[in-house]
């Protein structure tokens, strides 16, 4: 089965090899990705829950009774317990026999850390969130199909903003309507929180949305994603409402063409960096240098910014074939505004095959 295949994975980008890796949730929002990436599970909330994985590919899961029926839809041996007396024996069964136990050190509470040391005491410890964020960052053929899935649903809503702008429109109005419509083409819910921004708050790139109320000669900058099956997808466009000045349209030109330089810098066998090192030369060659302020990209998957990793400056990883990344540069000019254009890409052998397709072309919205 795919999910052996996956700890199987997990355990060869160790050198030093535990008897057993454990992924300890603790409460909402506590719960670590890695759980449903070694299941496969895409429903529950799975709190408190443990899977035990083997170097073989087999997992144990100690679950509460709550959650059985979700739990029923992996191929995992189950523990299921019904009171803290059952979960305290199915741990001391599983755990406290194994001399060396690996923990994802990046994913689990100092609190729950404390719990398996107290129980596991003559157990030595080794941190494996690495050996997953290296299985991880490479998406297998179930993954890039889920993927593909909620970019589908990103650009159907992407596709209908320049409908639904009009003069004084608030961000949040849009931002609910957005949230709203992922939801209504099949999304579970949006990937993260929405943002709608415009005229200078745009210039933000981490700005949500306010009370801010749209008006003509505004930048309109809108980034969201679906999250469909516990996997995310992230796009952003900026519309002009009404007519664009010069400086609005030669900011947009620029980041459009720096996001095209991005996409002939990816290849296989480079670091990611070289992807950021390209795009950021390319505008600091304009005459927005200095104006783009964050990394061109990240991996993109059960987690928005997945496996930790991204395109910046000091990003060593290498480039592979299956990896699925975005590619966002953007210009930010405090007081003025700003321009993002993102895209979700798979890397393939011959270069990128681009899984969000709502068109770029420079758009003048004049609403209704």
């Not at 199987?8 to 535990?18: A, D, E, G, H, V």
């Not at 850390?113 to 494996?128: A, G, H, L, M, Y």
């Not at 004084?168 to 309507?177: D, L, M």
Request: net charge negative; aromatic share 12%; proline share 3%.
């Amino acid at each position: 089965m795919i999910f052996g295949k996956r700890i199987k994975n997990i355990f060869s980008n160790l050198k030093r090899k535990p008897d057993a890796i454990i992924i300890k949730n603790s409460s909402e929002p506590y719960i670590d990705d890695n759980f449903f990436y070694v299941t496969g599970l895409d429903k529950g909330l799975f709190e408190g829950s443990v899977a035990t994985l083997y170097p073989t590919g087999k997992i144990d899961l100690i679950i509460s009774e709550l959650e059985a029926e979700s739990a029923k839809k992996s191929n995992a041996n189950l523990n299921i317990y019904k009171n803290v007396e059952e979960f305290n024996e199915f741990f001391e069964n599983t755990l406290s026999h194994l001399k060396n136990i690996g923990l994802n050190f990046s994913g689990i509470s100092h609190g729950d850390f404390c719990i398996i040391k107290d129980r596991c005491p003559n157990s030595e410890f080794v941190d494996v969130s690495e050996a997953f964020a290296k299985a991880r960052l490479v998406k297998d053929e179930f993954e890039i199909k889920i993927i593909k899935e909620a970019c589908i649903i990103t650009d159907k809503v992407m596709k209908m903003i320049p409908d639904i702008l009009h003069e004084k429109v608030h961000e949040f109005e849009i931002a609910a309507e957005i949230n709203y419509l992922l939801q209504k083409n099949g999304a579970d819910e949006n990937a993260f929180e929405t943002i709608s921004s415009f005229g200078k708050n745009t210039a933000e790139p981490h700005y949500s949305h306010g009370d801010y109320q749209l008006k003509s000669g505004d930048f309109a900058l809108f980034d969201f994603g679906a999250r469909f099956r516990r996997y995310n997808s992230d796009m952003t466009r900026t519309f002009i409402f009404g007519k664009a000045s010069k400086e609005q349209k030669d900011m947009y030109e620029t980041v459009l063409e720096a996001q095209k330089t991005g996409f002939n810098a990816i290849h296989l066998g480079i670091e990611a960096h070289e992807v950021h090192d390209a795009v950021n030369s390319y505008i600091d060659n304009t005459r927005f240098k200095g104006r783009f302020i964050h990394s061109t990209g990240h991996p993109i998957g059960l987690a928005v910014h997945d496996a930790g990793a991204g395109f910046n400056s000091e990003c060593k990883f290498k480039l592979k074939e299956n990896m699925v990344l975005t590619v966002e540069p953007g210009i930010y000019i405090p007081g003025f505004g700003g321009v993002r254009i993102e895209d979700d890409v798979l890397i393939k052998k011959d270069g990128v095959e681009l899984l969000t397709k709502t068109p770029k072309e420079f758009i003048e919205i004049y609403g209704q």
